[in-house]
């Protein structure tokens, strides 16, 4: 099942912020609609309800019990905490710190999504956030000429993702170290752009493609 089908179900896609947000949460742990109800003990044409009309307004009980099921908060499930920094919470009880092997930090780099870029600019060293995909086995991104991320061309550069959980304070953190270079070859950038999902959120022109080519990856993870 696609992630686009596990989202969606089979009677329409989300709609309304909190059912985006239920949506997004859901397909993020594998979980189907039916799924999430029973984990909730709600009828699943509630939860149906709940992600495709923006005007629900679930009582405070249901809230916990979807919170609860989703393995998240009721602050993450209503935009409470959108624009706070990750990990405000207290650390967990007796936290386990683990380093990742090379194949676990493989798994959760792949395929796409946000991460943050480290390069060295005439300023000083800068870290801006990049919509990236991972095409055989390389960090890309599209950037504009001049953009800040561009200037990671030619150098090595740091590229980091994470995922943070605040409802149990726990996390995990991917490092790439690695020489950044921009892709010139048409034929190469006709490939990238027909396998690559992410398109940089920032919108306008950006048709300068960079690729990092790793030769660290290391990473760590906190479970309580």
Same mark, same amino acid.
């Given at each position: ?48 309800? @709940?992600?495709?009309? +923006?005007?629900? !307004? ?7 019990? /979807?919170? %609860? *099921?989703?393995? $998240?908060?009721?602050?993450a ?6 624009? @706070?920094?990750?990990? +405000?919470?207290? !650390? ?7 380093? /990742?092997? %090379? *194949?676990?930090? $493989?798994?959760?780099?792949?395929t ?92 306008g ?5 960079v ?11 906190i479970?309580?």
């Amino acid at each position: 099942m696609t992630e686009q089908t596990q989202a969606n179900g089979t009677q329409g896609p989300p709609s309304g912020d909190l059912g985006r947000r239920l949506a997004a949460r859901r397909v993020q742990l594998g979980l189907t609609r039916e799924e999430t109800a029973a984990r909730a003990g709600m009828a699943t044409s509630y939860v149906t309800h @709940l992600e495709q009309h +923006p005007d629900a !307004a679930p009582g405070r009980g249901a809230m916990f019990a /979807l919170a %609860t *099921a989703l393995e $998240t908060t009721v602050s993450a499930l209503t935009g409470g905490d959108a624009d @706070l920094p990750p990990g +405000p919470g207290r !650390a967990g009880y007796a936290p386990e710190f683990t380093e /990742l092997s %090379t *194949a676990e930090c $493989t798994e959760l780099l792949s395929t796409h999504g946000v991460g943050r870029l480290a390069v060295t600019t005439a300023l000083g060293p800068m870290i801006v956030p990049v919509n990236y995909s991972v095409v055989e086995g390389t960090v890309v991104f599209r950037t504009a000429h001049g953009a800040t991320p561009s200037l990671a061309s030619g150098g090595p550069v740091a590229f980091e993702v994470d995922r943070i959980d605040d409802a149990f304070s726990q996390g995990w953190s991917v490092l790439v170290r690695g020489y950044a270079r921009t892709v010139t070859d048409i034929g190469e950038e006709r490939r990238l752009a027909e396998r690559t999902y992410s398109e940089p959120w920032a919108g306008g022109r950006r048709d300068v493609w960079v690729r990092i080519e790793p030769f660290a990856l290391t990473g760590r993870r906190i479970v309580v």
